[in-house]
């Protein structure tokens, strides 16, 4: 394509053709200027289409790109752009077309004919014609790629010196002449712990100073700065010790460049604390290897002495004088075939360890636990042996004693007519005696290895696992238990079994337990047992056909009157109410005896439980006498039941007969009715219970308590504690199996010297009569954000008023007993708000003990105690009001929530008396 250039006007417009000679002649002249300057321009220049087409290039472009001329001409300038810089260019072109702007300049890359990227300086203009409509553009670039690869070498060598200095392990601060900081690492700031404040600022002299603070002698710090500043040509290099205990390695000389000109002074300092400390521990380990009792000799690989310790002198009785320079072979004797084996191996190996005997010179026969290590020079090659031998003469003899012993003890087990065993921690048996085949009928070795609790009764094994564990916790404490083992032939014997962690062993979870076969006598004693059931079934079969006699004297009696009724002031139907009551009571009284046998159905119906207690009340204030005093707390509301009226008059009659047999010279006897709502939540306090609406019947005593190892028995059958004829053992029994029948469940509160709580759950009824409807709404739970102390025993009740008091958005501290409450205490005692306690608890310290040592601490501290004893009982000699700073357990959320509030924010706290 053969394309004239014409010179653009001011305008940017070509100039068109004149019939003026003289305005050609111009024309053609400003025309040879511009293609002249065009063909021999230095830097590259095109006329490029609106496409991109290249419609005229100069040499100095093609050479910058590396096509011809005639090879460009056939491409776009788009062709040979790099992809990642096209988009930027392409921006440019659209807007310059737009009129948005004139002219452009850029930094871009095209891909050289070669393949390689360039870098250009590229201006672009576009001139227009006399329309104002684009014609073409006019790009002049020029190749800055050298440029651009020496800008980014010195920025990658600026970068890198700096980052060299910055990540030097020495501190480097440089000054100059006047002692002003050039520059300081990141190295120097931390090793002199230099704040941003005065690392920052330009002032010197406080630079200084701070630096000299720092230092154990600022005078001699300053001293040594100002004569090296005094001095520009002289190099130093001395120590300094911090106030923190650093000790830095200082350095210092003068900048010159090449002409020896003074610029400055540049200080390195490096920590070699570790350095000055490992030097010491070397002249401490030299002092040791002087105080140390093991024997320490370094010989040439020729057994010439080189090195002999005091251990040596003193083991050996000759001097380091008397034995540097000789062979070893001069100075002891020794077994050579031991010597030999063991000096070629350490040669090989680089070391060797083993027992050596050797006789002195003296004579006398030693034996030596040695250690050899081969020593190497500067070259790695062998130059010596150091040689650490530790006497255990001693030991080696203490062992054969321990052997014979050992000897002596495996002979009495072999022929021991107990079972004896070796646990580990996870129950598997490590050893076990030979009479396994005789008590078990196992060989010893088919029970190694396996696990003891493959052999125990499921039943009991849960109690063995527990006392596995406390045995290993509880070091050299004996325990003594009985379990059920499997015998081979698939029967179960009951050994009764020691045990206690093997002294010396207790941390590696060892246990030798010593089992004697008891089956027999076991069986014997359940016989006899049960005799004494049958004997007591006897006498309550006597007191019942003597109770029952009395009941139908009343009958005759109440029936001859109505005979005579006119001879006395009664009525008819008054006597024939009495009657119905006394037959009532002997019903009762039989029904007793065949609920127990299970050969009594249930005469259910819809009652009031209110009710009923208060038509059996007169006949218990009879039955109960008057050393007793009772007290009725009813529910404000009619607590309907689904149930049988005479069951339910047994329940009372034998919970507060037997409430009454407990306090013997008279007490307090308290029944209540409440309500209670079980959620998920507050049902899995008590493992019977489930959610739902029920009713409480609660019997408190304030008797003599049951002890903590009976309570799991109480509801056995013939189960009393009793004195022969007073008791049948079989009252809570029936008292358990009407609870059940009517689908609820009874807990127990006890502890001796306080009384007892009998607390019964029956199911209310979720179809109330029509007069009996509108009963209170469920209330509203509220929470808080302090923080609680909870001090639980039980860990399931725990655990559930964790996540209860949790949820309400409290902070809860947990202790198990008052000790433990005590070390939390010690931690949070400014933290914590409230103390939420068990007045009964294990440990040694009551719920009221501790509320007294902490509120002497902090008499702002609010106290919530929970029972499983209503407040009367529970605060015999100390002031408990329900729902103020008492909680009666069990209890629902929504009481405990209320509780918390009322505590934390209508009473003050109120310290126990």
Same mark, same amino acid.
């Given at each position: 394509?053969?394309?004239?250039?014409?010179?653009?006007?001011?305008?940017?417009?070509?100039?068109?053709?004149?019939?003026?000679?003289?305005?050609?002649?111009?024309?053609?002249?400003?025309?040879?200027?511009?293609?002249?300057? %065009?063909?021999?321009?230095?830097?590259? !220049?095109?006329?490029?289409?609106?496409?991109?087409?290249?419609?005229?290039?100069?040499?100095?472009?093609?050479?910058?790109?590396?096509?011809?001329? =005639?090879?460009?001409?056939?491409?776009?300038?788009?062709?040979?752009?790099?992809?990642?810089?096209?988009?930027?260019?392409?921006?440019?072109?659209?807007?310059?077309?737009?009129?948005?702007?004139?002219?452009?300049?850029?930094?871009?890359?095209?891909?050289?004919?070669?393949?390689?990227?360039?870098?250009?300086?590229?201006?672009?203009?576009?001139?227009?014609?006399?329309?104002?409509?684009?014609?073409?553009?006019?790009?002049?670039?020029?190749?800055?790629?050298?440029?651009?690869?020496?800008?980014?070498?010195?920025?990658?060598?600026?970068?890198?010196?700096?980052?060299? &200095?910055?990540?030097?392990? $020495?501190?480097?601060?440089?000054?100059?002449?006047?002692?002003?900081?050039?520059?300081?690492?990141?190295?120097?700031?931390?090793?002199?712990?230099?704040?941003?404040?005065?690392?920052?600022?330009?002032?010197?002299?406080?630079?200084?100073?701070?630096?000299?603070?720092?230092?154990?002698?600022?005078?001699?710090?300053?001293?040594?700065?100002?004569?090296?500043?005094?001095?520009?040509?002289?190099?130093?290099?001395?120590?300094?010790?911090?106030?923190?205990?650093?000790?830095?390695?200082?350095?210092?000389?003068?900048?010159?460049?090449?002409?020896?000109?003074?610029?400055?002074?540049?200080?390195? %300092?490096?920590?070699?604390?570790?350095?000055?400390?490992?030097?010491?521990?070397?002249?401490?380990?030299?002092?040791?290897?002087?105080?140390?009792?093991?024997? /320490?000799?370094?010989?040439?690989?020729?057994?010439?002495?080189?090195?002999?310790?005091?251990?040596?002198?003193?083991?050996?009785?000759?001097?380091?004088?008397?034995? /540097?320079?000789?062979?070893? =072979?001069?100075?002891?004797?020794?077994?050579?075939?031991?010597?030999?084996?063991?000096?070629?191996?350490?040669?090989?190996?680089?070391?060797?360890?083993?027992?050596?005997?050797?006789?002195?010179?003296?004579?006398?026969?030693? !034996?030596?636990?040695?250690?050899?290590?081969?020593?190497? =020079?500067?070259?790695?090659?062998?130059?010596?042996?150091?040689?650490?031998?530790?006497?255990?003469?001693?030991?080696?003899?203490?062992?054969?004693?321990?052997?014979?012993?050992?000897?002596?003890?495996?002979?009495?087990?072999?022929?021991?007519?107990?079972?004896?065993?070796?646990?580990?921690?996870?129950?598997?048996?490590?050893?076990?005696?030979?009479?396994?085949?005789?008590?078990?009928?196992?060989?010893?070795?088919?029970?190694?290895?396996?696990?003891?609790?493959? %052999?125990?009764?499921?039943?009991?094994?849960?109690?063995?696992?527990?006392?596995?564990?406390?045995?290993?916790?509880?070091?050299?404490?004996?325990?003594?238990?009985?379990?059920?083992?499997?015998?081979?032939?698939?029967?179960?014997?009951?050994?009764?079994?020691?045990?206690?962690?093997?002294?010396?062993?207790?941390? =590696?979870?060892?246990?030798?337990?010593?089992?004697?076969?008891?089956?027999?006598?076991? $069986?014997?004693?359940?016989?006899?047992?049960?005799?004494?059931?049958?004997?007591?079934?006897?006498?309550?079969?006597?007191?019942?056909?003597?109770?029952?006699?009395?009941?139908?004297?009343?009958?005759?009696?109440?029936?001859?009157?109505?005979?005579?009724?006119?001879?006395?002031?009664?009525?008819?139907?008054? %006597?024939?109410?009495?009657?119905?009551?006394?037959?009532?009571?002997?019903?009762?009284?039989?029904?007793?005896?065949?609920?127990?046998?299970?050969?009594?159905?249930?005469?259910?119906?819809?009652?009031?439980?209110?009710?009923?207690?208060?038509?059996?009340?007169? !006949?218990?204030?009879?039955?109960?006498?008057?050393?007793?005093?009772?007290?009725?707390?009813?529910?404000?509301?009619?607590?309907?039941?689904?149930?049988?009226?005479? !069951?339910?008059?047994?329940?009372?009659?034998?919970?507060?007969?037997?409430?009454?047999?407990?306090?013997?010279?008279?007490?307090?006897?308290?029944?209540?009715?409440?309500?209670?709502?079980?959620?998920?939540?507050?049902?899995?306090?008590?493992?019977?219970?489930?959610?739902?609406?029920?009713?409480?019947?609660?019997?408190?005593?304030?008797?003599?308590?049951?002890?903590?190892?009976?309570?799991?028995?109480?509801?056995?059958?013939?189960?009393?504690?009793?004195?022969?004829?007073?008791?049948?053992?079989?009252?809570?029994?029936?008292?358990?199996?009407?609870? *059940?029948?009517?689908?609820?469940?009874?807990?127990?509160?006890?502890?001796?010297?306080?009384?007892?709580?009998?607390?019964?759950?029956?199911?209310?009824?979720?179809?109330?009569?029509?007069?009996?409807?509108?009963?209170?709404?469920?209330?509203?739970?509220?929470?808080?954000?302090?923080?609680?102390?909870?001090?639980?025993?039980?860990?399931?009740?725990?655990?559930?008023?964790?996540?209860?008091?949790?949820?309400?958005?409290?902070?809860?501290?947990?202790?198990?007993?008052?000790?433990?409450?005590?070390?939390?205490?010690?931690?949070?005692?400014?933290?914590?708000?409230?103390?939420?306690?068990?007045?009964?608890?294990?440990?040694?310290?009551?719920?009221?003990?501790?509320?007294?040592?902490?509120? *002497?601490? $902090?008499?702002?501290?609010? &106290?919530?105690?929970?029972?499983?004893?209503?407040?009367?009982?529970?605060?015999?000699?100390?002031?408990?009001?329900?729902?103020?700073?008492?909680?009666?357990?069990?209890?629902?959320?929504?009481?405990?929530?209320?509780?918390?509030?009322?505590?934390?924010?209508?009473?003050?706290?109120?310290?126990?008396?």
């Amino acid at each position: 394509m053969n394309l004239s250039i014409r010179s653009p006007d001011t305008t940017g417009r070509l100039r068109g053709s004149t019939d003026q000679p003289q305005a050609k002649d111009a024309l053609r002249e400003s025309e040879e200027r511009f293609s002249s300057a %065009f063909e021999y321009a230095p830097i590259g !220049m095109a006329l490029v289409s609106l496409e991109g087409r290249w419609l005229k290039v100069n040499p100095a472009l093609c050479k910058v790109v590396g096509y011809s001329e =005639d090879e460009l001409l056939t491409r776009t300038f788009q062709n040979i752009t790099h992809p990642e810089d096209l988009e930027a260019d392409l921006s440019y072109v659209r807007r310059i077309i737009a009129g948005e702007i004139h002219s452009y300049q850029l930094e871009k890359r095209y891909i050289h004919s070669s393949g390689r990227p360039i870098t250009v300086q590229l201006s672009v203009s576009l001139v227009r014609d006399s329309q104002r409509q684009p014609r073409y553009f006019i790009s002049q670039m020029q190749d800055i790629t050298e440029h651009k690869r020496a800008e980014d070498e010195l920025r990658w060598k600026t970068a890198f010196l700096e980052a060299q &200095v910055d990540s030097a392990l $020495d501190g480097i601060l440089v000054v100059d002449g006047q002692g002003r900081k050039i520059l300081q690492n990141q190295r120097h700031r931390a090793l002199w712990k230099e704040p941003a404040h005065i690392a920052e600022k330009e002032d010197y002299p406080a630079q200084l100073q701070f630096f000299a603070a720092q230092t154990k002698n600022p005078a001699e710090f300053l001293e040594k700065v100002a004569y090296l500043y005094a001095h520009p040509e002289e190099v130093s290099q001395d120590e300094i010790e911090l106030v923190d205990g650093t000790i830095l390695d200082r350095y210092s000389s003068p900048v010159r460049d090449k002409a020896g000109r003074h610029y400055g002074r540049i200080w390195t %300092f490096r920590d070699i604390t570790e350095r000055k400390r490992a030097e010491e521990r070397i002249a401490e380990q030299a002092a040791l290897i002087d105080q140390t009792h093991d024997v /320490i000799v370094v010989r040439d690989l020729n057994h010439r002495i080189i090195f002999w310790n005091k251990g040596a002198e003193r083991l050996y009785g000759l001097t380091a004088a008397e034995a /540097i320079g000789r062979e070893i =072979d001069e100075l002891i004797q020794f077994d050579a075939v031991t010597f030999l084996e063991a000096f070629k191996t350490v040669l090989r190996d680089g070391k060797w360890s083993g027992e050596m005997q050797k006789i002195t010179g003296a004579g006398d026969k030693l !034996m030596l636990h040695t250690r050899w290590t081969l020593l190497r =020079d500067a070259r790695n090659q062998p130059k010596s042996i150091l040689v650490i031998g530790t006497d255990i003469t001693e030991r080696k003899r203490a062992e054969g004693e321990l052997r014979k012993r050992e000897d002596r003890f495996r002979l009495l087990i072999e022929n021991a007519s107990d079972l004896i065993t070796i646990l580990n921690g996870e129950g598997l048996i490590r050893f076990q005696s030979p009479s396994a085949k005789r008590l078990l009928g196992y060989e010893p070795e088919d029970v190694v290895g396996r696990n003891a609790f493959e %052999f125990i009764h499921p039943l009991d094994a849960a109690r063995a696992a527990d006392t596995l564990k406390r045995a290993l916790t509880d070091a050299n404490v004996p325990w003594s238990e009985e379990y059920r083992f499997r015998h081979q032939d698939g029967s179960w014997r009951t050994l009764q079994s020691i045990g206690r962690n093997i002294p010396g062993e207790a941390a =590696d979870g060892f246990v030798v337990i010593n089992s004697r076969d008891v089956t027999e006598s076991r $069986d014997l004693e359940a016989q006899f047992r049960q005799a004494q059931k049958m004997e007591a079934f006897g006498q309550l079969a006597s007191g019942v056909a003597h109770d029952f006699n009395n009941i139908l004297a009343v009958i005759k009696m109440l029936a001859g009157l109505l005979r005579r009724e006119q001879a006395l002031a009664s009525t008819p139907m008054d %006597f024939a109410t009495e009657i119905e009551t006394a037959a009532e009571r002997g019903a009762n009284l039989t029904r007793q005896l065949l609920l127990f046998s299970q050969r009594q159905a249930l005469q259910p119906r819809d009652l009031d439980l209110n009710e009923t207690i208060k038509h059996i009340a007169k !006949m218990l204030h009879r039955i109960l006498g008057e050393d007793v005093h009772m007290q009725f707390k009813f529910a404000p509301q009619p607590l309907f039941v689904h149930a049988d009226a005479g !069951m339910l008059d047994q329940i009372l009659l034998n919970l507060t007969v037997n409430a009454r047999d407990a306090m013997p010279k008279g007490g307090r006897l308290i029944i209540e009715t409440q309500t209670f709502e079980f959620d998920e939540v507050t049902a899995a306090q008590t493992a019977q219970a489930r959610p739902g609406s029920f009713v409480c019947l609660s019997v408190t005593d304030t008797g003599c308590g049951i002890p903590t190892e009976n309570l799991p028995r109480i509801f056995e059958p013939f189960f009393t504690t009793k004195e022969v004829g007073k008791g049948s053992g079989l009252g809570l029994a029936t008292v358990f199996g009407i609870v *059940q029948q009517h689908n609820g469940w009874i807990n127990v509160y006890s502890e001796v010297g306080l009384g007892t709580a009998f607390r019964v759950y029956l199911p209310r009824l979720t179809q109330v009569p029509n007069h009996a409807a509108g009963g209170p709404a469920l209330a509203t739970i509220t929470g808080g954000s302090e923080t609680i102390l909870l001090v639980e025993d039980d860990s399931a009740l725990r655990t559930t008023m964790q996540i209860v008091l949790s949820g309400l958005g409290y902070r809860v501290l947990e202790a198990r007993n008052g000790v433990e409450a005590l070390e939390v205490w010690k931690q949070h005692r400014h933290e914590i708000h409230l103390l939420l306690t068990d007045l009964v608890m294990d440990g040694g310290i009551t719920g009221r003990e501790l509320a007294g040592q902490l509120l *002497q601490q $902090d008499s702002k501290l609010r &106290v919530l105690y929970v029972s499983g004893y209503s407040a009367e009982i529970a605060s015999k000699d100390f002031l408990l009001e329900e729902g103020v700073n008492f909680l009666p357990k069990p209890f629902e959320a929504h009481r405990l929530a209320q509780a918390l509030r009322n505590c934390l924010e209508k009473n003050p706290p109120k310290k126990p008396a």
